[in-house]
């Protein structure tokens, strides 16, 4: 009927149409998956592997010595699985630190800050390692600036970014394999892995640098470079946690080339970065908190000359 035909019926009015909008944080997350979607897409055909576990550490790590101090094979059993991600943090930083595995380093829980100095994407990576000499996490926690190890954890093995071939893969099979892992979990994971790589090396002078990836009850090891990222074979480390303490003895071992820094820079004294911001203002960055370095460079009858800069 009509309003005609009922005058005092009310007049009926349609809802306003609502229209969805994203949130800041729905947003943010948003474009941060599809950065890393680019990221996993920018780096296909880069990562080699896999490579197996005692060639990684013994190539890739070389030190001399052999490690005395044995542990138990299941030193890392009792990190949870398949449950949530934040609750494998504390029980892996607790083993790496309660055993002292890496002396004069120290594992710190990173996954709740962003560095603060790199405000952008305020990626909050899994616990981070950094030398105890000199370090002050009073204002900033995470530090990529002065990372010197990185970890990864996820609690499902469904969360790999590779897929190894099988043991006895014939060669044929081999030089077609498929590496990366392209589920959806998988992309992700690689792109989150690539992420944190690239804002590793950008806020660094380094020619390479370690990640321990752990998921579910394997773990690999990757090792990044500017070209790309060897990625070792997957190892259950539940099972037998000897090859992740190997890796720690040697990571402590090695000397700041061998963890990948470039041996030709190093951090300015405060006399140096005093010069540099009085006499280099033109050229300063934004930020003035990131530090000087002091670059050796070649010239003329092979002799090196030092220059300040950022």
């Known amino acids: 009927m009509s309003k005609q035909d009922h005058p005092n019926a009310p007049i009926a009015k349609s809802s306003p149409v609502k229209h969805r909008t994203e949130s800041g944080l729905e947003a943010a997350r948003s474009s941060l998956i599809q950065k890393r979607q680019n990221l996993a897409m920018s780096m296909d055909y880069k990562f080699i592997g896999p490579m197996p576990v005692d060639q ?59 560095d603060p100095e790199d405000p952008g994407d305020k990626i909050k990576p899994d616990p981070s390692v950094y030398l105890k000499e000199g370090l002050d996490l009073s204002q900033r926690k995470t530090q990529f600036d002065r990372l010197e190890l990185h970890s990864e954890l996820k609690p499902s093995s469904s969360q790999d970014a590779f897929r190894d071939p099988p043991d006895n893969a014939p060669e044929q099979e081999l030089r077609t394999w498929e590496f990366r892992h392209f589920s959806k979990e998988g992309n992700s994971t690689r792109g989150q892995l690539i992420h944190y790589g690239t804002q590793w090396l950008a806020r660094q002078h380094r020619n390479h640098g370690f990640t321990i990836f752990i998921f579910g009850p394997y773990a690999r090891f990757i090792r990044w470079d500017r070209a790309g990222a060897i990625v070792s074979r997957k190892f259950i480390y539940k099972e037998d946690s000897s090859p992740l303490v190997e890796f720690f003895w040697r990571f402590s071992r090695l000397d700041a080339a061998g963890r990948g820094q470039d041996p030709t820079v190093r951090r300015a004294s405060d006399e140096e970065a005093t010069i540099a911001k009085t006499k280099l203002q033109e050229w300063a960055p934004t930020n003035l908190n990131r530090p000087v370095f002091a670059f050796t460079v070649k010239v003329d009858n092979g002799k090196t000359r030092e220059f300040l800069g950022w």
């Open 56 to 114: 990684f550490l013994g190539d890739l790590m070389p030190v001399k010595g052999k490690r005395r101090k044995q542990y138990k094979k299941t030193l890392f059993h009792d990190i949870p699985i398949n449950k949530s991600e934040s609750s494998m943090y504390d029980p892996y930083i607790k083993i790496v630190n309660n055993n002292n595995l890496i002396p004069n380093f120290t594992m710190v829980n990173t996954s709740y800050h962003y």
